[in-house]
């Protein structure tokens, strides 16, 4: 959604045997005007979001509200048998406006593994957060029945209302 639109962001729905995200790899739905981002929903059996890239660019998964949005960021859905989130990579959405941050769900059948941070220091995470100048509340972070879940090496589930807000939930 570009500034000034105010129509709704489409949806991404992305099914596949497996997917990796590596150098600069990013899918991304966000807005800048009145209506809100698309949500992004991915089914695969193996997820790898590889953050390691010299060039410092994002990897990842992505939903935002930007800083001259009135609408909010989408809902991220992932349902994979095991996801690995390493070197930097991230799942997130995020505020920096007056709009809420989505919800972010993970349905994992067997692995969730966090690990590393990136050259440039991002660490690797799941998060929904409000930035410092958003007044939306950030929204919640579902986790569902992974066998295993490994955190290690500065990686982390993030939750952040780095604002004022005046309702905010964790799950």
């Keep these: 959604m570009l500034p000034g639109g105010v129509g709704q962001g489409g949806n991404i729905q992305l099914t596949s045997g497996s997917l990796v995200l590596a150098n600069g790899g990013?899918?991304?739905s966000a807005t800048s005007g009145q209506g809100n981002a698309g949500n992004i929903t991915i089914q695969t059996?193996?997820?790898d979001l590889n953050g390691a890239s010299q060039?410092?660019?994002l990897v990842g998964i992505v939903s935002v509200a930007t800083s001259e949005s009135k609408g909010n960021a989408g809902n991220i859905d992932i349902m994979a048998n095991s996801v690995a989130v390493t070197n930097g990579g991230v799942v997130a959405a995020s505020t920096n406006a007056q709009g809420q941050a989505g919800n972010v769900t993970l349905q994992v059948r067997d692995r969730l593994l966090l690990s590393?941070?990136?050259p440039?220091?991002?660490r690797s995470a799941i998060s929904s957060e409000t930035?410092?100048?958003g007044t939306g509340s950030a929204g919640n972070i579902t986790i569902v029945n992974p066998k295993t879940i490994r955190i290690e090496n500065g990686a982390g589930i993030l939750w952040a209302a780095r604002a004022?807000?005046?309702q905010a939930t964790f799950v």
Excluded: D, P, Y
């Design 26 to 28: 990013l899918i991304s």
């Design 45 to 47: 059996n193996w997820l």
């Design 55 to 57: 060039s410092g660019s």
């Design 116 to 118: 590393g941070v990136s």
């Design 120 to 122: 440039k220091g991002q």
């Design 131 to 133: 930035e410092k100048n």
């Design 164 to 166: 004022l807000v005046r």
